[in-house]
């Protein structure tokens, strides 16, 4: 049997940072809710996906600069 470790590692990767988006969405903007009520929650909300903006602008960054390396250089 043949692994792909690569792979593994890269879904692994991937399944761990979307359970600490979750946790972090879930649990935190949930004990806000809880308890402060649904005004703060939401501002919450808000404040948690604009801090999210620049990781997510790195990152589609760097994938387009993955892009372009393997584009350039097929081998």
Known sequence: MIRDLR???RQTG???TAG???LLFL???GLIYLLYGAGPALMGLVCLL???VP???VILILI???WITKRANPD
């Open 55 to 57: 990781v997510v602008l």
């Open 14 to 16: 991937v399944r761990l």
């Open 64 to 66: 387009l600069l993955d």
């Open 27 to 29: 649990v935190g903007d």
């Open 20 to 22: 600490a988006l979750l």
């Open 50 to 52: 604009g801090g999210l």
């Open 7 to 9: 792979k593994y590692a």
